[in-house]
């Protein structure tokens, strides 16, 4: 178990080190139920832009994150166990591409509305049973590519995604 964990660190420390030099922090698939602080202090000084916490047994969503990678453009947290996005969320202005999928998501994120040069989201697999087609579509205008697999929307609201008139012209729609 201990020399399984030491590989764990080993792992991690050794994709921080690559993420200092491309600016991309890859911590998929590495079991972590949060983000150690450690994580933050290798990083600190670096631009970090795109980072994949992809299949890991996070609960919470990673708040630092937000505050010690303001410029993030790509966000990946697919296959987690989040139950609700933070409202600092909001802060990142410059995202464009943002992965929730396979989580716990009970509502739509009304934070990703402040994200106004996002083009890429992805809701897929959670148990969002509703959301504001109008807003989405007006406050997202950039969209291009929404995905919303296996959902628990309404008939109206998935005929609404495709067809209403604020659907930003060059969007792909995957439901």
Known sequence: MALSAARGVTQVMNRCEDAKSSGFLDLSNCSLMYIADAIYLVLKGHNI??????NNCLKKFPKKMIDRFPGMTIFNMEGNELGEAPDELCTWISMK???LARNKLTRFPEQLYAMKELSLLDLSGNPIGD???ETLYTELPLLQQLIMK??????ATVELLKTHPKKPQ???LSM
């Open 97 to 99: 591409g943002i992965n």
């Open 170 to 172: 060059n969007l792909v």
């Open 49 to 54: 832009t795109k980072c994949s916490l992809k």
């Open 150 to 155: 296996d959902l628990i929307l309404p008939a």
């Open 131 to 133: 959301l504001d087609v």
